[in-house]
């Protein structure tokens, strides 16, 4: 079973930036959408940013600007370079990814950004 393992997570202050790594343990065919998602205590898991197999990125309102995401579909990587971080950034981050055939979640990362 194909595992996903979340990186770069940490403390930082606002203002600051961080940057997520998340890499299959194993090769995935037919990837469709990777993405990242988060999760802050006592809230729902949200969306954060997605990239589909075309390039097409899509992002929340709340880091539209400020964060980016990128993949490298040779490697199955994705990465969100996060900047300007705020601390209502902080979260769980988990990456995921959509094939034709699973729904794969990494184990998630933490991000706290300190005032």
């Known amino acids: 079973q194909v595992q996903l393992v979340e990186s770069g997570g940490g403390l930082v202050q606002a203002g600051g930036s961080l940057r997520l790594s998340c890499a299959a343990s194993?090769?995935?065919?037919?990837?469709?959408?990777m993405g990242w998602y988060r999760q802050a205590p006592g809230k729902q898991r949200e969306l954060v940013a997605t990239i589909s197999s075309d390039s097409t990125t899509n992002y929340a309102d709340s880091v539209k600007g400020r964060f980016t995401i990128s993949r490298d579909n040779a490697k199955t990587t994705v990465d969100l370079q996060m900047n300007s971080l705020k601390p209502e950034d902080t979260a769980v981050y988990y990456c995921?990814?959509?094939?034709?055939?699973?729904?794969?979640w990494g184990q998630g990362t933490q991000v706290t950004v300190s005032s």
């Open positions: 194993g090769s995935i065919f037919g990837i469709k959408v």
């Open positions: 995921r990814i959509i094939s034709t055939m699973y729904v794969y």
